[in-house]
C-alpha cells in the first residue's frame, strides 16, 4: 500500500511544485492578469466607493478579458476589508478600493488587524472635498453663519463618529473657527442631509453627497474644503477664500498586498487612469462633484501618506477614537 | 423525584407550569449575564445617553420579565416541557458547521455536497443513494447558477498544495 | 391635469418594445433569484446588478426596478411556501401565508399575494405620479423625534401581532430590541455586546434573523414529524383565490395600499413599519381575530399590498429629495450612479423622459408580475411535490449560499445556526418569533432616533411633546399598548393555544 503510495505522492507534489513555478515565472505584467481579479470593497454595496470600483470593475474586466470581480466586505469602517487583503496573497488578483478612511483609521482605531504597511497603494484618482451646508432659511455666508452660530451653539449631522466628514467639521469648527457644536451622528451620509434638508440640524458636513441638495437650492452651501471651487457648485467659496486655510477631501483608494510584484502595480495604475482618461467616464464622475486627479504610483504613496498625517493630526485635535 | 415532573401520581409539583418556569429562568440568567457584559461601558444620563443605556434596561426588563414567569410558574397551571427531538437539530447544525468550517478552505464543490449529506441524515426517512443523487444534482446546478451564470464570488475548489483555486 | 399627461408621457417611454422586454426579462429573473431561499431583494439586486451595465440609464433602471419587484415577489413566495423569510416584511407575510400552504391552500396565499400587490401597485404608481413633489417635501417635517415616536407607535403594533401571550409578546420585543443593540454605538463608535469578536462587531443582519429563527428552526419542527408535517399538495381546482377569498381580502388590500403608500415617503425608512401595521389593523378589525396566524388570508392580502405599496412610495424620497429611505433604494442610488445619474430633486425637471419612465414602468413592473406568476404559481405548488426529506436539505444549503452571499462570511453561517437553535427552543417554550424581529428592526432606528432628537433639544424630553406629530403618535402609542393588554387583563389570562 504504502509503497504504492508514495511515488503518487511524489509525481503529485511534482506536479504542484512545477505548477507554482510557473505560476510565479508568469507573474509579470505582461500576461496579468492570468485569472479571474477581486475588488473587495471596503463598503457595503450602493456606496460612492462601491460605484466607483464597479465602474472601474467592468472597464478592466473588458480590457484585460478577464472576470473582475466586486465583492462587498463592509465592517468595523473599512477595516474588516483591509485586513483581509492585507493578508491575500500577492498576485495582483486581490485589490482593495476603499475610502479616506484608510487613511484616518492610522489614527482613529485604538486596534486594527493590519497595518498599513501591509499594502500598497496603486491609485487614488478621485476626491471629493468635505463641505458644509446649511438650511436656506439660516444666515448663508460663513462669517455671518459663525455669528449666528456663536450664541446658539449649533448642532451638525454628519455619516458617523469619526467619518472623515466629522473629523473635518469639528476640526474646523473647534480648532478654526472656535464656535462651540453639538455632533449628531447619523447612519449614513443621506439620513444626516435629510436632517438639514428639514432643517432639524443647523448644519450638514458631507462631501459630494450635498452636491445635488446645493445645485438645487434646498441647501446653502457655506463653504468647501478644496484649492479650488467645485465646478459642480460654483458658488461656494472655499474655506480658504473665507479665511480659513483649510483642505481636507474626501477619496477612493486602491491597493493591493504589499508584495505584489512592483510592475503588476505599475500596469493597474496606467490601466485605471487610462479608463479614467475617457472622457464619457469623466463625464459620469464630475457631474457627481468628483475631481479627477492623475497621478503615478511614487505619487500615489506620498499622497496616501501626506493623509495619513494629515488626517491623524486632525482626529488627535479633536480627541475622538473608535475600539 | 422531579421537581419539573407533573407526577400523574397524585402528588402536586411545586412547579405548576414548567414551561414558564425554565423559561423564565433562563431569561432571568440571560439578561444578568448581558447586563455584566456591559459593565464596561459607560450609560450616561436620560439626557444624554451613553452606549450601555438602551441595552442595559432592555436586559432589566427581560429580566424582570423572566422572574414574573418564574413566580406565575408557581401559581398558575402551565404547559409541561416539551419535548425536544434531537436527530433533525443534530444533523443539520453539524452540516452548518461543515459548511462554514469548509467553504473557504476547501471549497464550494466539497463543502456543499458534504454538508447536504450531512443534513440528509436529519430525517428519519432517508434514503441514502437518493440523497447521494440529489446532493450530486444539487451542487451542480448551484455551482452552475451561483458561479458561472450569476458570478457571484462563492469559492468553488481550493486546493493550495495543487495551487487550485477558481 | 399636468400629471396625467407627463404619466402618458412615461408610458409611452416605458412602453418602447425594448423597454417592455427588458422589465418583462427584469422581473422574470428577479422573481427566480428572489425565490431561491436565502436570497432577498437587497442580494438579488445586487447580483443582477451588472446586467444593467450595459444599457442606457433609462432602460437600466426600468430593468432594475422590474428585478426589484421580481424579488420581493419571489421573497414572499419563498416564505409562503417553506417560511424562509429573507426581510423583516416577508416574516408577516410567511405568518398566515405559510399557514396557508401547510393547509394545502399555497396557491390562493401566492395568488391573493400578487393580486394585491398589484392593486397596491397601481395605486401607489399614481400616487408618486400625482404627488411626488408636495409629499417629499412634506415628509421632511419627520425629525429624529419624530421617527422615535413612530417607531415607539410601531412596537405597540407588534404586541398585537402575537397570536399568543401578550406578556410573552412584550418579552420577545425586548430581545429583538437587545440583538439590534449588538455592535458599533452610532454616537461614540464604542462596540457593544460583541464578545469582541470580529463577526459580531457590525451587528446581526436581519437575513440572517430571518432564516435563522424561521427557516432552519422551521426545519426542525418539521423534522420532528417527518413527511406528516410536510405542506400539503394543493387539491386541482383550488389553485387560485376562491371568490370569497377574493371579497374577504379586497378591502385589506385597499387598506395595505393606504398605509404602505403613507409610510412609504418617510425617508427614514417609515415603509418598514407597513407590513406590520397592516397585520394589526387587518387583525382588530377581523370578526374572529383568532383565524390569524392559522392561515388567514387578510393577513397575507393586508401585508402584502402594503408591503408593495410602500416599495413603491418608497422611491419618492429617492427621486424627489435624493435620499434613499432604505438598502434597496440605496443599492439604486448606486446603480444610478454608474450610470451617471445623481438623483435628487434635479431628476424631475432635467430628466423627465427617465423619471416618468420609471414611474410608468413600476406600473408595468407590476403588472408583468402577475402576468409572470399567476401561471408560476401552479410550478411553485409542484414544487411543494419534491418529498420533504429531500427538500430541507434543498433549503439547508440555500440558506448557506444566500448568508455567505452577503458578507462572504462563514461565521455568518454559525450565527445563522445559533438563532436556529433559539427558534426552536422559542417554538418549545410557547414565544413567537415575529415581535422579536419588528423589535430587532425597530429597535436599532428607535435608540438612534431617541438620542438624535435628545441631543437636538440639548437634552430635553419635552421635544416629544411640543413637537405635534410627535405627540400624536406617542399618544396613539399609548392607546395601541392598552387595547392590546386590556382585552387579556380582563379576560384574566392568556390565550395559550399552540398548534
Known sequence: MNALRRPVAAALSAVAIMLGCTGVANAQAASYPQDRVTLTVAFAAGGFVDSFARIIAQELSTKWGKPVTVENKAGAGGNTAAAIVANAKPDGLNLLVTSTAIAINETLYKQ?????????????????????????????????????????????????????????????????????????????????????????????????????????????????????????????????????????????????????PADIVEKINTDIGEILARKDVQEKLVGMGYQLHKRNVAEVSVYLQDEVNKWGEMVRTIGVSVE | MSLLNKGGDGIHPVI????????????????????????????????TMGPAMVPRWTAVGIGLGGAVLVVLSFLKEGEALERWHLRGPIFVLASLVIFAATIRSVGFLVAAPLSMLTAGFGSREVRPLELVIFTVAMTVFCAVVFRVLLNQPLPMLVLPALSIQF | MDFLQNLVHGVGVALSPVNVLLCFAGCMLGTLIGVLPGIGPIATIAILLPLTFGLDPTAALIMLAGIYYGAQYGGSTA????????????????????????????????????????????????????????????????????YFALMLTGLAFAVLLARGSVFKAIIMILIGILLSTIGPDLTTGQLRLTFGAVWLADGIEIALLGMGLFGIAEVFRSLEHGEARQVRQTRIGSLLPSREELRASARPILRGTLLGSILGILPGNGAVLAPYASYTLEKKLARQPGRFGRGAIEGVAGPESANNAGAQTSFIPLLTLGIPPNAVMALMVGAMTIHGIVPGPQIMTKMPDLFWGLIASMWMGNLMLLIINLPLVGLWVKLLNVPYRLMFVGIVIFCCIGVYSINSEPADILIMAALAVFGYALSKFNFEPAPLTLGFVLGRMMEENLRQALMISRGSFLTFVERPIAAFFIVLAIVMLAVGILPSIRRGRDEVFVD
Open chain 1, 112 to 260: 486594527r488587524d493590519y497595518s498599513l504597511g501591509q499594502l500598497v497603494p496603486i491609485s487614488i484618482s478621485v476626491s471629493s472635498p468635505e463641505t458644509i451646508a446649511t438650511h436656506p432659511s439660516n444666515p448663508g455666508d460663513l462669517k455671518d453663519y459663525l455669528a449666528w452660530a456663536k450664541d446658539r451653539e449649533i448642532t451638525f449631522a454628519t455619516a458617523g463618529v469619526g467619518s472623515g466628514s466629522h473629523i473635518a467639521a469639528e476640526y474646523f469648527l473647534r480648532k478654526l473657527a472656535r464656535t462651540p457644536a453639538t455632533h449628531v451622528p447619523f447612519r449614513g451620509g443621506a439620513l444626516s442631509v435629510q436632517a438639514a434638508l428639514g432643517n432639524q440640524v443647523d448644519m450638514v458636513a458631507s462631501s459630494f453627497g450635498v452636491i445635488p441638495q446645493v445645485t438645487e437650492g434646498k441647501l446653502k452651501g457655506l463653504a468647501v474644503a478644496s484649492e479650488t471651487r467645485v465646478s459642480a457648485m460654483p458658488d461656494v467659496p472655499t474655506y480658504t477664500e473665507k479665511g480659513f486655510p483649510f483642505v481636507a477631501e474626501s477619496w477612493v483608494a486602491v491597493l493591493a498586498p504589499a508584495k505584489t
Open chain 2, 16 to 47: 405548576r407550569s414548567p414551561q414558564n418556569f425554565v423559561a423564565g429562568a433562563f431569561l432571568i440568567v440571560a439578561a444578568a449575564f448581558v447586563v455584566w457584559m456591559l459593565s464596561g461601558l459607560s450609560q450616561g444620563t436620560l439626557r
Open chain 3, 79 to 146: 416564505s409562503i411556501l417553506l417560511n424562509i423569510p429573507g426581510e423583516s416584511s416577508a416574516v408577516v407575510t410567511a405568518l398566515d401565508g405559510h399557514e396557508m400552504a401547510r393547509q394545502g391552500r399555497a396557491g390562493a396565499a401566492l395568488g391573493i399575494s400578487a393580486i394585491g400587490s398589484f392593486v397596491a401597485g397601481t395605486i401607489a404608481t399614481v400616487v408618486i405620479a400625482a404627488l411626488a413633489s408636495p409629499l417629499a417635501s412634506l415628509a421632511l417635517v419627520f425629525g429624529p423625534a419624530e
